[in-house]
């Protein structure tokens, strides 16, 4: 290599280095030392200066001049060259140390101003498992609400996966706050894990691929006890159902027709509504915590804080509720998504019951767990505000709904194969969970108008079920009759 050489060179260096966008530079300046270049350009230097200089000096060790001139020209051009490509391999590797790790929040604030995140993704993908040191600034920045959109957008659910470690979830100052922002984008995503999950056990999009990748990270954190108590993940979930009741901009379309929200075939409205995506997610992770046999509080009241403000909502409009051509279990998406609430507490509620089952024989079921009380609570709550809903859904609604959590008792009590799949009539223990439901359901139900429509669901039972017409005297004495 000779001078000029060099010089063009490192005129080209320059001008890579002045073309590259913002995001490049910094990130070329945070894995890269400029020493490395700075060394080998000199180096390089010294070599065809010592080649070509008349400095008047014999080759050393009595090597041949034109090895020695060769082994300058070699070396002019290996050192720039050598160091550029070890430059590459550091900068691709993008490893965060302790010395660069506190430079990160310079990359990050280019990338939010310039809007490309490519390098972000990059960075954070490279370095998942060093990211527990991670500067509160960095954090705030990598959290951002737009740089979380953008790469969930591009299908990148790499913030999710960082929150999925426990040791980054615990390092993090606000990670209520962070989880919040996750949380909410990808329930606004038609591109989330959220809504595979969902999509995948409850319908509403077909041909929807569940992917493995997809599934493993919900298992890891929705469906993950320990995750879903520690982040806080429930809050996010509610408030954002709630909140998107309140704007009031789906009531004209949610009181319609809910033919095009219950769909099973083709492309469902549910599957892109993040109230329903928000309570059904709950529901998985409440029922991955009951079979998981999980302690402690899995806010269960959040369904019941769905159902009370869908029903605030919905409004009862005959020729609608009236229509043929409206499913007469759930004429409109309000009327589905109550339903709907109101039937997942009865399956979890099941689910309690299977999972207390000791197979042993004869079959003992255990006392009724945290989570089972929870779900009797909530559930009786529902019944009991469904119960004054005049003008919101029909009476014919409101009693079949009152009913069916009548029936669940009475199948506890006479027939609990109706509840779980193989449990004997017989089984010790039952009564605990049969009772547990009918007080709380008398602890909301004492007079007035709702005391009226218990009654009324009651006169609606079917006494052709065998269960229904063993229980109905007891059931009756113990609603009705006054001590």
């Avoid at 993090?172 to 995503?189: C, I, M, P």
């Avoid at 409109?332 to 299977?354: M, N």
């Avoid at 194969?417 to 089984?427: I, K, N, Q, Y």
């Amino acid at each position: 290599m000779t001078l000029a050489a060099l010089l063009t060179f490192f005129s080209v260096l320059l001008a890579i280095l002045s073309l590259a966008r913002p995001v490049g530079r910094r990130s070329l300046e945070l894995f890269v030392p400029r020493w490395r270049m700075i060394a080998a350009l000199l180096l390089s230097l010294a070599c065809i200066v010592c080649r070509d200089a008349p400095l008047g000096v014999k080759p050393l060790f009595g090597w041949p001049l034109s090895t020695v001139l060769f082994g300058l020209t070699l070396g002019s051009f290996l050192f720039p060259v050598v160091a550029a490509i070890w430059c590459w391999v550091t900068w691709h590797r993008a490893k965060l140390t302790g010395r660069n790790l506190c430079r990160l929040t310079g990359v990050l604030s280019a990338a939010l101003r310039e809007r490309q995140f490519d390098e972000v993704e990059r960075i954070v993908r490279r370095n998942e498992n060093r990211l527990e040191r991670l500067p509160a600034s960095s954090a705030s920045i990598l959290f951002s609400p737009a740089i979380v959109a953008a790469l969930v957008e591009s299908r990148s659910f790499v913030h999710l996966e960082l929150l999925a470690k426990l040791p980054f979830l615990n390092s993090l100052e606000n990670r209520f706050e962070v989880v919040d922002t996750v949380v909410r984008e990808l329930l606004r995503s038609n591109l989330s894990p959220l809504r595979s999950s969902v999509v995948s056990r409850f319908g509403g999009l077909e041909h929807l691929r569940y992917t493995d990748s997809e599934r493993a990270l919900v298992e890891k954190t929705f469906e993950n006890p320990e995750w879903y108590l520690a982040a806080g993940a429930h809050y996010p979930l509610v408030i954002s159902a709630v909140e998107e009741l309140r704007k009031g901009t789906h009531d004209a379309d949610y009181n319609g027709s809910g033919r095009d929200y219950e769909a099973s075939q083709g492309v469902s409205l549910r599957s892109r509504c993040p109230i329903y995506l928000a309570e059904k997610t709950e529901v998985l992770a409440i029922q991955a915590a009951i079979r998981k046999q999980a302690k402690g509080d899995f806010y269960v009241s959040d369904l019941s804080d769905i159902f009370r403000s869908v029903q605030e909502r919905s409004k009862y409009d005959e020729a609608v509720w009236k229509s043929d051509r409206n499913n007469w279990e759930f004429p409109t998406p309000y009327a589905y998504l109550l339903y709907e609430v109101f039937y997942d507490l009865r399956r979890l509620s099941s689910e309690a019951v299977q999972q207390s089952i000791v197979p042993v024989t004869p079959q003992h079921v255990t006392e009724p767990c945290r989570i089972a009380q929870d779900l009797a609570q909530n559930w009786a709550f529902c019944a009991w505000s469904i119960a004054d809903s005049a003008g919101k859904v029909s009476p014919e609604f409101r009693s079949s709904l009152i009913q069916e959590y009548l029936k669940f008792v009475l199948e506890l009590g006479w027939e609990p194969s109706e509840v779980c799949f193989g449990l004997d009539r017989d089984a010790a223990g039952l009564g605990a969970w049969r009772d547990l439901f009918l007080r709380k359901l008398q602890d909301l139900f004492k007079g007035g108008l709702r005391f009226g429509e218990l009654q009324k669901g009651f006169d609606s039972l079917d006494q052709g079920k065998r269960y229904v017409f063993e229980g109905y005297d007891w059931l009756e004495g113990e609603l009705f009759t006054v001590d």
